[in-house]
């Protein structure tokens, strides 16, 4: 090779990579830059999950058309049964996939870890951080980065006094970031602080539907009252759609699920938080 040619081909392997592209002729360019966009997948429980969570709020409102955000949040599912059910296989893949500048796997349990049902409860000082740590160890594997998120708080209230129920359940999550470094967003915290600002009749309204005249009055003296179970709807209602779509999600009022305002106000806490712990993500988020 001449030394002309070899400069000619140092000099290609010093440009940025580029797309290829047409112009207005159809003639094919290569002169585009490559697209480098970023990725954000959200894994945990219902409180992030589409239509009952912040998730949703968070993808629409707060990332940059550069982001492929993905939300596999799923009702009821706890750092055992996610990966018991291979939802976990499925976020692990996601979060392998090339292409992307960085992919990001913000991760936030809790609220299943605490119940009764052996398929969901974990022990809380042992079980729940354990498979906390084993998460971030397969996100970090498969390229990924890591991101912890306490769980959301619930909006129960004794006193006037928010009951926060999941704080010994984010003290483990803090726990388990900072002792394997992983960038924290304390939702629970946030949450809970705003939570009690607001006082608990203001805070119904972060709720997915409204609450009974009873439930309205009990949280103006201070003291919630428990949460009510929620009525499904039938199969009846379900035939009805004809050959349009069939599914239905059931919306009730509850001290823990989020409506439109309420997962506003948390998906803008995600944004601000994970702008705060993950530089590189500042320029593709929306405040």
């Not at 939802?87 to 936030?108: K, N, P």
């Not at 709807?233 to 919306?251: I, K, M, N, Y």
Request: hydrophobic share 40%; net charge neutral; proline share 7%.
């Amino acid at each position: 090779m001449t030394g002309l040619k070899l400069a000619l081909a140092a000099l290609m392997l010093s440009l940025p990579a580029t797309a290829s592209t047409q112009d207005r002729s159809g003639l094919e360019r290569t002169d585009a830059p490559a697209l480098q966009p970023y990725k954000i997948i959200l894994v945990g429980d219902s409180t992030m999950a589409p239509h009952s969570g912040w998730g949703a709020a968070f993808c629409a409102d707060h990332v940059k058309s550069s982001v492929a955000c993905l939300n596999l949040g799923r009702g009821g599912r706890s750092t055992r049964s996610y990966r018991a059910e291979g939802s976990w296989d499925i976020a692990l893949r996601e979060a392998a996939v090339a292409g992307y500048r960085e992919t990001y796997v913000l991760i936030q349990f809790g609220h299943n870890d605490q119940s009764t049902r052996p398929e969901r409860w974990t022990h809380i000082e042992s079980e729940f951080p354990q498979n906390l740590e084993r998460y971030v160890q397969e996100v970090r594997a498969a390229g990924a980065v890591p991101v912890l998120l306490t769980p959301l708080t619930r909006r129960e209230f004794r006193d006037g006094r928010l009951d926060n129920t999941l704080d010994a359940w984010s003290q483990q999550v803090r726990a388990v970031a900072a002792r394997l470094e992983v960038p924290l967003v304390d939702l629970n915290a946030e949450s809970a602080a705003q939570v009690q600002l607001i006082g608990a009749e203001a805070a119904m309204r972060l709720a997915q539907e409204p609450p009974l005249p009873e439930e309205l009055a009990a949280a103006r003296s201070g003291t919630t009252l428990p949460p009510r179970p929620a009525l499904a709807g039938s199969d009846a209602e379900l035939a009805d759609a004809g050959d349009g779509p069939r599914a239905r999600v059931t919306r009730k009022f509850d001290y823990t699920h989020v409506g439109a305002d309420g997962a506003a106000q948390s998906a803008r806490i995600v944004a601000h938080g994970l702008a705060r712990v993950a530089p590189p993500l500042r320029s593709q988020l929306l405040p």
